[in-house]
């Protein structure tokens, strides 16, 4: 063995660094090992932007309950008492990732630190409604999935740290973030939502514990047909969403990990988010890296597991079937692009979306894309059939969003959407049901239609509400847009 040039013994040369290495960021150059400044400038600037973009995916769930705090606070959401209500359903005017056009949300926002231990009663009846932190973790379920199992009751969310008196008649709930997130839905009945309407102002009730005896009375305030957004920013202005986050909620509501990454990039709890000019330039970088990160994980997804049959279009929001996104329930990890992949395009994060609950819930299918493989476009007309039984105990829909927006799209219909409650659909003589997208009306499918814009992608998900066997073990598949050329129509004036 051959002693190395100045060294007494053999030193292999895995361990040794070149005085030129060629890396996708450029050549860097060393002298004995020692970095030329030239180097570390361009590694430092490298590690900063790799960071961003981490930020970025990584804390997507809090920039977009973030997003969704300052949106239904836009609309005076600012009291527990103060709940938003779509008594009229949610049409297309909001930025609202994903959100549907068939039940009647209710939405608000609790602040533990403000008020302490909130109490929320749930009438009987009450569809699914989930409790989320302020990562958008799950905190508790009510209603339907929820441990009143639709019979109704009084739920308390109180801090983690909470070592106070609880009560007896509650379902508590311990949650480590200030804010909470409460969103109720309804469902409709006889394609109406009166019902729910009617449920829910009689039989909601938000106020702090400490209020019990004298509960303020509730506010709701309607969102139908509003314009208001609720949805993270895209550029460097998703890290000040983040960096008011971070500043508002106690220190243990994130492990040192996430917030050493924070802190990485500058967003700190106790100082001002101020990148200088060098770092604001990297962090624009970084985001338009990230946003461009989640489209392409959402949209054009590499993960073979997102997809619900082989070889076909529809994928599913919660890849692994698990709402932590854990691999094999922890022992690999955490799928980490399918994470990224959800609260990209969604909110709401519940057991009840991803577990097989047969009869209860609610199931979920998304495609962007036609049985040949190319993005679903406005300027084209699509065929997609749904064939006989339908495994939906309550009612199905499918609706069309925006994928600029993850939104509902704005198009001549309110409603972009057709729903098995709701809308008279005609249907085929064999049970199945063609729906129509495109323009324009396909002539004699005008009640099946669904219009798109010439010019903009679109992307559709299909939802079962009270998802039977059938769904589950796939004896029952939806088919594939299809693109249909040829058809003549009549656009709407």
């Known amino acids: 063995m051959t002693a190395a040039p100045g060294y007494n013994t053999e030193i292999p040369d895995s361990i040794r660094t070149p005085d030129r290495v060629e890396t996708r960021i450029g050549g860097l150059e060393f002298r004995d090992g020692l970095p030329t400044r030239e180097t570390s400038q361009l590694v430092y600037d490298h590690l900063d932007f790799l960071r961003g973009v981490q930020t970025f995916l990584t804390f997507l769930p809090a920039a977009s309950l973030e997003a969704m705090r300052r949106g239904m606070e836009s609309l005076g959401a600012t009291a527990a008492n103060r709940l938003v209500i779509t008594d009229r359903l949610l049409d297309s005017n909001p930025l609202f990732l994903t959100g549907n056009t068939d039940t009647v949300y209710v939405s608000g926002f609790l602040d533990l630190e403000r008020d302490g231990p909130t109490v929320v009663e749930v009438p009987p009846g009450s569809g699914p409604g989930t409790v989320n932190d302020a990562f958008f973790r799950f905190v508790i379920d009510m209603g339907g999935p929820g441990p009143d199992r639709g019979q109704g009751g009084r739920y308390l969310i109180v801090p983690d740290d909470y070592a106070g008196e609880v009560p007896d008649g509650y379902f508590v709930a311990r949650s480590p973030s200030r804010t909470n997130w409460l969103i109720l839905r309804g469902f409709l009945r006889d394609g109406r939502p009166d019902a729910a309407l009617a449920s829910f102002t009689g039989g909601v009730r938000v106020y702090p514990l400490s209020s019990a005896g004298d509960p303020p009375a509730m506010e709701f305030i309607s969102a139908s047909g509003r314009t208001f957004n609720t949805i993270h920013a895209n550029t460097s202005a998703f890290f000040e969403e983040v960096a008011d986050v971070i500043a508002r909620e106690p220190v243990g509501f994130i492990d040192p990990e996430l917030r050493g990454l924070a802190a990485s990039i ?153 729903n098995s409650q709701r809308d008279p659909l005609q249907v085929n003589t064999d049970g199945s049901v063609d729906l129509w997208f495109g ?29 039977l066997e059938a769904w589950f073990d796939q004896t029952w598949r939806p088919g594939d847009f299809e693109r249909i050329d040829g058809i003549s129509g009549q656009s709407p004036r």
Not at 316 to 321: K, L, S
């Open 266 to 418: 500058g967003i700190l709890k106790d100082s001002p988010f101020a990148p200088d000019e060098r770092m604001a330039g990297i962090l624009a970088d970084a985001a338009a890296v990230g946003s461009a990160t989640a489209r392409a994980i959402l949209f054009d997804t590499r993960d073979e597991a997102a997809f619900i049959y082989p070889g076909r279009a529809w994928k599913t929001a919660f890849v692994g079937g698990d709402y932590q996104w854990l691999i094999d329930g922890g022992r690999n990890g955490r799928n980490l692009d399918a994470r990224s992949l959800f609260f990209y395009a969604a909110t709401v994060n519940t057991p009840a979306m991803a577990l097989r609950l047969v009869g209860l819930g609610s199931q979920y299918a998304y495609a962007e894309r036609d049985r040949e493989g190319q993005y679903l476009d406005g300027s084209s007309t699509y065929r997609l059939t749904l064939p006989a039984g339908v495994p939906a105990k309550d009612f199905w829909s499918v609706v069309v969003y925006d994928p600029q927006t993850r939104s509902e799209l704005q198009t001549s219909q309110p409603f972009p959407s057709r």
């Open 439 to 467: 323009p324009a009306a396909p002539s004699g499918h005008e009640a099946n239609w669904i219009a798109t814009v010439p010019g903009k992608g679109w992307f559709s998900i299909l939802r079962l509400y009270g998802p």
